[in-house]
């Protein structure tokens, strides 16, 4: 059995430098991490989860790998608004992994 890499995934999407990420449902943040890359020093990401815990792994993640360019966002995606994220901010948005 063969697990999606997001690396390998985010290279698929068209994602290029300066551009702007949500990433909703973030978890742990592999794609997050992955968008941030793509994305470059230019670029951010949102990475936005209703877990306090997995957004604090997230931040631990980017500081270990000196990525400064996303921000997290605690946020209960079945109200809307509560990411508080301007229409039309980001130039992709993923959904992956969402229960």
């Given at each position: 059995m063969s697990f999606l890499n997001?690396?390998?995934a985010v290279k698929?999407?068209?994602i290029k430098p300066g551009m702007v990420a949500a990433d909703f449902g973030c978890g742990a943040g592999y794609f997050s991490l992955?968008?941030?890359k793509e994305v470059g020093s230019?670029?951010?990401v949102y990475a936005i989860d209703i877990q306090k815990?997995?957004?604090e792994v997230v931040r631990n993640?980017?500081?270990s790998r000196h990525c400064s360019n996303i921000s997290t966002v605690l946020a209960d995606?079945?109200?809307a608004g509560s990411s508080k994220l301007k229409n039309e901010l980001a130039d992709f948005v993923l959904i992956a992994n969402i229960l």
């Open positions: 997001p690396e390998q698929e999407f068209g992955a968008l941030a230019q670029g951010r815990e997995v957004l993640r980017a500081k995606l079945e109200i």
